[in-house]
């Protein structure tokens, strides 16, 4: 049985782990269907399907040029085993996720964005090429000036053109594995969008947001802002871990615990301002510290609902969302708001200019009710949901909300990925 991150839903499939060319190859000839699977940090039914091939053995490193920070790996190298190399030489991400346990070829699917969108864009921006195996097992490279149809419906486009096996990622310089942290109280939502608008310059910003606080505390957030610090060198991280090793009982998540957690979450911080060096570990990856957390959410799993609105929307399409949140008394420990900055040519890649939010919610009754209507709200502000966090959008809003399905399919099928590439996913988005 396997799931995304969510833990839901629970599928029967088989798992083909293929660690050479030719293996990938018989592995795509004996499947009718299939969809690539990485680490599987994917909340939904996006790297679900009844066969799955998994580029966890294709984990080797193939050059890294620590001169110039370029760097070139099969496709299963986790974000993690790359810092390793990477951070001890001087270099960085360039743009990473709020987790280092992703593979490279999932960061490129899913065209991820870290708390430097509105700076630098998506991960993609930062890859060179690609070599993809295509649906008849033939090898494919591609890059903005090769093949660019194929490289800008890969990045972002869910597995669902072929198989990435490796690429090639242009890093990113920095004076130390250290952060200098800002973090301030806002009292409500208009606080923290002024707080974004003020700050649009900081590298690194984000908003973890109290989603139950109502009335005039609607909104109320911890602002946090980052750049790397001069000092401090190159250490890793200790690979110390606590681990959830039960799956919880859900009771234990309820309205009552979670405006408890968020409250004291809020209050943690007495000053209005505080200012830390922090080591860039507990900056990105304040999860990683605590492994299969997402077996708190109990049995029934969860799902993360994040939408982007457009700067349009801004406060009044964002205030509408979390009113309904607030109302419904669901909701999720801690919420998350970013700024993002223009949107970039990948046919299905998620973030448009404006700012984006993301909540946990477990699976309950009557919950996809509520994610529908936050669709619809979505819709109307001309804004989207994320693909690699979505378990339950309707095919109906998806084409709304990303008006280059079209073309996307269009290239599909010129590459033959529509008789091979499905996913639970691209099923029901009419993919
Ligand atoms: C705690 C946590 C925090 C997160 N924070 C962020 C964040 O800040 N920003 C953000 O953008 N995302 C975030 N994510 C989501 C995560 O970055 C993406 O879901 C990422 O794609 C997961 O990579 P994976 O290797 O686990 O891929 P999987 O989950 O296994 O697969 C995800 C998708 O990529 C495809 N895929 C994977 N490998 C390949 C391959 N080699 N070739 C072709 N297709 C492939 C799959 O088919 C699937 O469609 C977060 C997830 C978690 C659990």
Partial sequence: MVSGWGRYPFIEATMLNPASLDEFRQALSRQKHCIARGLGRSYGDSALANEMISLRRMDHFIAFDAKNGILSCEAGVSLSDILKVIV????????TPGTKYVTFGGAVASDVHGKNHHIEGCFSEFVQSLTLMLSDGSLCECSRDNNPALFHATCGGMGL???????????KKMSSAYIHQVMIKADNLDAVFSLFEQNAASTYSVAWIDCLAKGKTLGRSLFMLGEHSQEGGYLLPPEKHLTVPLVMPATLLNSY??????????????????????????????????LHWNRLYGKKGFTQYQCVLPKAAGLLGMKEILKKI?????????????????????????P????????????????????NELDSIVAEYQGRVYLTKDVRLSEAMFKR??????EFLAIRIR????????????????L
Wanted: one cysteine or more; proline letters at 6%; charged letters at 20%.
């Fill in 88 to 95: 001890p030489q001087g270099w960085f991400l360039p743009v």
């Fill in 161 to 171: 053109t072929g198989l990435i096996l490796r690429g090639t990622l242009v890093l």
């Fill in 257 to 290: 615990s979670i405006a408890a957690f968020n409250a004291l979450y809020f209050h943690r911080q007495r000053q209005k301002e505080q200012h830390r060096f922090v080591h860039y570990h507990p900056f990105f990856y304040p999860l990683d510290s605590l």
């Fill in 326 to 350: 607030t109302l419904s008394r669901r909701g999720s420990f801690l919420s998350v708001l970013k700024s993002c900055g223009p949107h970039n040519q990948n046919h299905l890649s998620f």
């Fill in 352 to 371: 448009i200019e404006g700012y984006s939010l993301a909540l946990d919610f477990k699976i309950e009754p009557e919950l996809f009710d509520l994610l």
């Fill in 401 to 406: 909300m990303y008006p280059r399905w079209e």
């Fill in 415 to 430: 590459y033959g990925a529509d008789q091979k590439f499905h996913s639970y996913q691209s099923d029901r988005l009419g």
